[in-house]
Nanobody, 122 residues
Framework: QVQLVESGGGSVQAGGSLRLSCAAY????????MGWFRQVLGKEREGVAT???????RYVESVKGRFTISKDNAKNTLYLQMNSLKLEDTAMYYC????????????????WGQGTQVTVSS
């Protein structure tokens, strides 16, 4: 069993930065595909960024150049560095993991965290 615990969310002004962390517990190794997803109340959850075992990354177009996904295999922790935050980045952010590559789609990932709220204000 794998447990994912996100942290690092909070309130920030537009243009600011936050770094989200996702600590993984249980049997998880560097081969897992991991990603960050976000959801606004009343809307569908969307993929933000993913990373595979080799370190290859994918980003949704709206965050390219602003967000960076990374992971520390020794610490079993996934990160999302978010810079130049915009109002539209406000959402609950979730991390997810799976042995299969589901990319930025939300369906398929077996393990999900509980989420951490990011609120960007003007």
């Amino acid at each position: 069993q794998v447990q994912l615990v996100e942290s690092g969310g909070g309130s920030v002004q537009a243009g600011g930065s936050l770094r989200l962390s996702c600590a993984a517990y249980g049997y998880i190794d560097s081969y897992y595909y991991m990603g960050w997803f976000r959801q606004v109340l009343g809307k569908e959850r969307e993929g933000v960024a993913t990373i595979d075992g080799a370190g290859s990354t994918r980003y949704v177009e709206s965050v390219k150049g602003r967000f960076t996904i990374s992971k520390d295999n020794a610490k079993n922790t996934l990160y999302l560095q978010m810079n130049s935050l915009k109002l539209e980045d406000t959402a609950m952010y979730y991390c997810a993991a799976d042995l299969r590559d589901y990319g930025l789609t939300t369906r398929g990932y077996k393990y999900w965290g509980q989420g951490t709220q990011v609120t960007v204000s003007s």
